[in-house]
C-alpha cells in the first residue's frame, strides 16, 4: 500500500485546510486509516481515524469539534477538514494505514502503523 498526503500550507489562524490521503492499494473492512502530526521537536502524535469498513471516527481531545475526518471508498481516499486553525495545529500531517483494529486502537498504537503517507506541511500563522 502507498499513501499519498496532500492539501497542506499556510493558513491564518482560525483559517481552514482540507488534507487529502489517496491510497493505492486496497483498504480491507478491518482496517483504519489516520492522521498523524509531528510538530518540530515533538513526537509524532495521533490526530484522527476512520474505521474503513464501518465508517466509525475517533479525534484527540485537541481537534475533538474543530477537524472532521472522512472517506470515500470509491476512492480510496481519505480527508482531514480543518477548522478554526490554531497556531499549535502546526506541524508536518501523516496518513497512515492500521490492519486488524478500528479507529478508536489506532490511536493507541503510537508509532506501531503498517504503512505512513510522506506527510504534508500545516503551518498557522498568529
Known amino acids: 500500500v502507498q499513501l499519498q498526503a496532500s492539501g497542506g500550507g499556510l493558513v491564518q489562524a482560525g483559517g481552514s485546510l482540507r488534507l487529502s490521503c489517496v491510497a493505492s492499494?486496497?483498504?480491507?473492512?478491518?482496517?483504519?486509516r489516520g492522521w498523524f502530526r509531528q510538530a518540530p521537536g515533538k513526537e509524532r502524535e495521533f490526530v484522527a481515524a476512520v474505521s474503513w469498513g464501518g465508517g466509525r471516527t475517533y479525534y484527540a481531545d485537541s481537534v475533538k469539534g474543530r477537524f472532521t475526518i472522512s472517506r470515500d471508498s470509491a476512492k480510496n481516499t481519505m480527508y482531514l477538514q480543518m477548522n478554526s486553525l490554531k497556531p499549535e495545529d502546526t506541524a508536518v500531517y501523516y496518513c497512515?494505514?492500521?490492519?486488524?483494529?478500528?479507529?478508536?486502537?489506532?490511536?493507541?498504537?503510537?508509532?506501531?502503523?503498517?504503512?505512513w503517507g510522506q506527510g504534508t506541511q500545516v503551518t498557522v500563522s498568529s
Open positions: 492499494g486496497r483498504a480491507f473492512s478491518s482496517t483504519a
Open positions: 497512515g494505514e492500521k490492519r486488524g483494529y478500528n479507529a478508536q486502537a489506532m490511536s493507541m498504537m503510537g508509532k506501531h502503523i503498517d504503512y
